[in-house]
């Protein structure tokens, strides 16, 4: 991999797509990356869809290649802007995404709203709720389940897609660094994806308001933390900062165990799941986990 993984880089530098053959790892089930088989050195499907991130590529549909191999295809993402450069309305790049499409999201989302378990008739407060196509994933973990939602954006656009996809649901538009509010009332369940690293918001002001206003006793909270980006139609591992080339992982860790301290320290059992997205799942410290997590 240490002489494959430079000459790959420098071909799609020069040319924007390479072609190449490799053992066909269908045939190395069980075996680690590197083994010995009679067609070359094993390497999983796994490795070379990373491989792919890696270098910021697509990989095409492979090809037989004769006994034992194929023929593999990277080509090179379009130098295209990523989906939320143009913002968040409903008539933006943004409105082409639907993180539900992503097995993991899905999985590990579905599995956080089920430790939490907002009981039937339960009220659920979505920040940043957008188009609110996330919140299909309650009808998913419960299904049947009658649930009373309120969503809170700043896109008019937005929020209308949203009032459209869930007509059940009460959709503000309000800022929310203005929280807490007491006309809201209290809520079992608090939705926060893909919010608290926003530049306007302090992460442990809203969580401490969210708490002590805004939450039942025995409510819980779901809080989502990217670790990825888009590009070219592709869902690429790693949180950037800015005028970072590669990913960087340290404010996401320092955000994510800032908010599991301070909500063990306010009495939650924290939970930390996710691979593209980090998922931080607070239920009371006495309240049992539900069974039956997984989708």
């Given at each position: 991999?240490?002489?494959?993984?430079?000459?790959?880089?420098?071909?799609?530098?020069g040319?924007?797509?390479?072609t190449?053959?490799?053992?066909?790892?269908?045939?190395?089930?069980?075996?680690?990356?590197?083994?010995?088989?009679?067609?070359?050195?094993?390497?999983?499907?796994?490795t070379?869809?990373?491989?792919?991130?890696?270098?910021g590529?697509?990989?095409?549909?492979?090809?037989?290649a004769?006994?034992?191999?194929v023929?593999?295809?990277?080509?090179a993402?379009?130098?295209?802007?990523?989906?939320?450069?143009g913002g968040?309305?409903?008539?933006?790049?943004w409105?082409r995404?639907?993180k539900?499409?992503?097995?993991?999201?899905?999985?590990?989302l579905?599995?956080a709203?089920r430790?939490?378990?907002p009981p039937?008739g339960?009220?659920?407060?979505?920040?940043?709720?957008?188009?609110?196509?996330e919140?299909?994933?309650?009808?998913?973990?419960f299904?049947?389940?009658?649930l009373?939602v309120v969503?809170?954006?700043?896109?008019a656009?937005?929020?209308?897609?949203?009032?459209?996809?869930?007509?059940?649901?009460t959709?503000?538009e309000?800022?929310?660094?203005?929280?807490?509010?007491?006309e809201?009332g209290?809520?079992?369940?608090?939705?926060?994806?893909?919010?608290?690293?926003?530049?306007?918001?302090?992460?442990?002001?809203?969580?401490?308001?969210?708490r002590?206003q805004?939450?039942?006793?025995r409510?819980?909270?779901?809080?989502?933390?990217p670790?990825?980006?888009?590009?070219d139609?592709?869902?690429?591992?790693?949180a950037?900062?800015?005028?970072?080339?590669?990913?960087?992982?340290?404010?996401?860790?320092?955000?994510?165990?800032e908010?599991r301290?301070?909500?063990?320290?306010?009495?939650?059992?924290?939970?930390?799941?996710?691979?593209?997205?980090?998922?931080?799942t607070a239920?009371?410290?006495?309240?049992r986990?539900?069974g039956?997590?997984?989708?």
């Open positions: 991999m240490s002489v494959i993984l430079p000459a790959l880089r420098m071909a799609l530098a040319a924007g797509e390479v190449f053959t490799v053992p066909d790892p269908d045939l190395g089930l069980g075996l680690y990356a590197g083994e010995v088989t009679p067609q070359g050195l094993h390497r999983s499907w796994q070379w869809t990373d491989l792919a991130d890696l270098l590529a697509h990989l095409l549909t492979p090809e037989r004769g006994e034992g191999r023929r593999l295809r990277l080509r993402w379009a130098d295209a802007p990523e989906p939320d450069a968040y309305g409903a008539g933006g790049d409105a995404v639907d539900l499409e992503d097995p993991v999201f899905l999985f590990t579905v599995e709203l430790r939490v378990a039937a339960g009220r659920v407060l979505a920040l940043g709720v957008n188009r609110g196509r919140l299909d994933a309650l009808e998913l973990a299904p049947g389940r009658a009373e969503g809170l954006d700043l896109d656009s937005a929020l209308a897609a949203a009032r459209g996809r869930h007509p059940g649901g959709f503000l309000l800022d929310v660094t203005t929280l807490p509010r007491p809201l209290q809520f079992d369940l608090i939705l926060a994806l893909s919010l608290l690293q926003s530049p306007s918001i302090r992460q442990d002001v809203l969580l401490a308001a969210l002590r805004h939450l039942t006793p409510g819980g909270l779901v809080l989502g933390y670790n990825a980006r888009y590009r139609g592709s869902l690429s591992y790693g950037r900062l800015r005028n970072f080339a590669r990913p960087d992982l340290s404010l996401l860790a320092a955000d994510v165990t908010a301290r301070g909500l063990q320290k306010a009495g939650f059992k924290v939970f930390v799941t996710g691979k593209y997205e980090v998922l931080v239920i009371p410290a006495g309240a986990t539900p039956g997590l997984e989708l």
